[in-house]
């Protein structure tokens, strides 16, 4: 005798590819087509779309750094820009590399390359994007020190917030400005938080510059007291965050005074054995009460440089 299984879900299709499709297309194939990553990057386009079309959801995204060394910078830039995120959290180098490149050049590179010799000539190699010392470091210290100076004329003391605000409206004249992300996110008034602001160039030159000017002061508690009013006032709260470490965890560490968040998405390489908050499934921050249980939530495993472009331009259509 043989026994049918019953199986309510989808069959499974075959992808159809031809000249004309979009990647809409594409990523709506792989609801049904898609097999293993491309199915959740299928469900975390769902789950976008709905996010943004919640006028009671207030939307935060985060990301590390790296990816903004990266041409990774325009998809984020755009999304600010279009007004698709409410808060932005991040780590110091991303101002250092968003920054950077409105003055100066990164360069394509290769992981093969030989980095002793790369040093000898002063480039930094960040995976295979090259990063030369004028385009980094040098050029944010011409262009940062004389910031923090006009700055500390109007107040004394800021959030990570308030200061980079003020660094988006300083550099409003700028020939490449509209390929900031600081810029945007000024001019469209959303908060771009810094809890680790000293951990990059961007903070040593803040350092640097508070060794002539001891009154001049980053207050990290005016950044949580703003976050306090956004997420105990936020009827719903989302988040798209890319990859781990403190950007993340701020975002879920935040949302859990609201019960938690009610969309999230990640996209991660790293593994979650090891216990590290950067590997862990978004399923274990609902043990933490970070993510609401019935929350609609996915965890994309793969390269960001792939799958952000990929999600914003099914979102785009």
């Given at each position: 005798?043989?026994?049918?299984?019953?199986?309510?879900?989808?069959?499974?299709?075959?992808?159809?590819?031809?000249?004309?499709?979009?990647?809409?297309?594409?990523?709506?194939q792989?609801?049904?087509?898609?097999?293993?990553?491309?199915?959740?990057?299928?469900?975390?386009?769902?789950?976008?779309?709905?996010?943004?079309?919640?006028?009671?959801?207030?939307?935060?995204?985060?990301?590390?750094?790296?990816?903004i060394?990266?041409?990774?910078?325009?998809?984020?830039?755009?999304?600010?820009?279009?007004?698709?995120?409410?808060?932005?959290?991040?780590?110091?180098?991303?101002?250092?590399?968003?920054?950077?490149?409105?003055?100066?050049?990164?360069?394509?590179?290769?992981?093969?390359?030989?980095?002793?010799?790369?040093?000898?000539?002063?480039?930094?190699?960040?995976?295979?994007?090259f990063?030369?010392?004028?385009?980094?470091?040098?050029?944010?210290?011409?262009?940062?020190?004389?910031?923090?100076?006009?700055?500390?004329?109007?107040?004394?003391e800021?959030?990570?917030?308030?200061?980079?605000?003020?660094?988006?409206?300083?550099?409003?004249?700028?020939?490449?400005?509209?390929?900031?992300?600081?810029?945007?996110?000024?001019?469209?008034?959303?908060?771009?938080?810094?809890?680790?602001?000293?951990?990059?160039?961007?903070?040593?030159?803040?350092?640097?510059?508070?060794?002539?000017?001891?009154?001049?002061?980053?207050?990290?508690?005016?950044?949580?007291?703003?976050?306090?009013?956004?997420?105990?006032?936020?009827?719903?709260?989302?988040?798209?965050?890319?990859?781990?470490?403190?950007?993340?965890?701020?975002?879920?560490?935040?949302?859990?005074?609201?019960?938690?968040?009610?969309?999230?998405?990640?996209?991660?390489?790293?593994?979650?054995?090891?216990?590290?908050?950067?590997?862990?499934?978004?399923?274990?921050?609902?043990?933490?009460?970070?993510?609401?249980?019935?929350?609609?939530?996915?965890?994309?495993?793969?390269?960001?440089?792939?799958?952000?472009?990929?999600l914003?331009?099914?979102?785009?259509g």
């Amino acid at each position: 005798m043989v026994h049918k299984t019953k199986i309510t879900g989808k069959k499974v299709a075959n992808l159809n590819i031809s000249r004309g499709n979009t990647i809409s297309d594409l990523v709506t194939q792989f609801s049904t087509a898609g097999g293993f990553t491309a199915k959740k990057l299928s469900d975390a386009s769902t789950i976008f779309k709905e996010m943004e079309k919640d006028p009671n959801c207030v939307k935060f995204l985060s990301f590390p750094a790296d990816v903004i060394s990266t041409g990774l910078r325009g998809v984020v830039k755009d999304m600010v820009k279009n007004r698709l995120v409410d808060v932005i959290i991040t780590t110091c180098g991303t101002l250092d590399h968003d920054l950077a490149r409105v003055w100066k050049d990164y360069y394509s590179g290769s992981e093969m390359s030989n980095d002793a010799k790369l040093h000898e000539e002063g480039v930094n190699r960040l995976y295979n994007i090259f990063i030369p010392n004028e385009s980094y470091g040098y050029i944010l210290e011409d262009k940062l020190l004389p910031l923090f100076k006009s700055a500390s004329k109007i107040q004394k003391e800021y959030s990570t917030s308030e200061l980079i605000a003020y660094i988006g409206k300083s550099i409003s004249s700028e020939k490449n400005a509209a390929d900031s992300i600081v810029y945007w996110a000024w001019k469209n008034n959303i908060p771009i938080i810094v809890p680790g602001i000293t951990d990059g160039s961007f903070g040593s030159q803040l350092w640097m510059y508070s060794q002539k000017d001891k009154e001049f002061i980053i207050n990290l508690l005016k950044d949580e007291d703003l976050l306090a009013g956004i997420v105990f006032k936020a009827k719903k709260s989302g988040a798209l965050m890319i990859g781990g470490g403190i950007s993340k965890h701020h975002t879920i560490w935040w949302n859990q005074f609201k019960n938690g968040l009610d969309y999230a998405i990640y996209m991660t390489t790293a593994v979650d054995w090891d216990g590290s908050l950067s590997g862990a499934k978004l399923e274990e921050a609902i043990s933490w009460g970070k993510i609401k249980p019935m929350a609609k939530q996915v965890t994309v495993e793969g390269d960001a440089t792939v799958l952000l472009p990929l999600l914003y331009a099914s979102y785009l259509g």
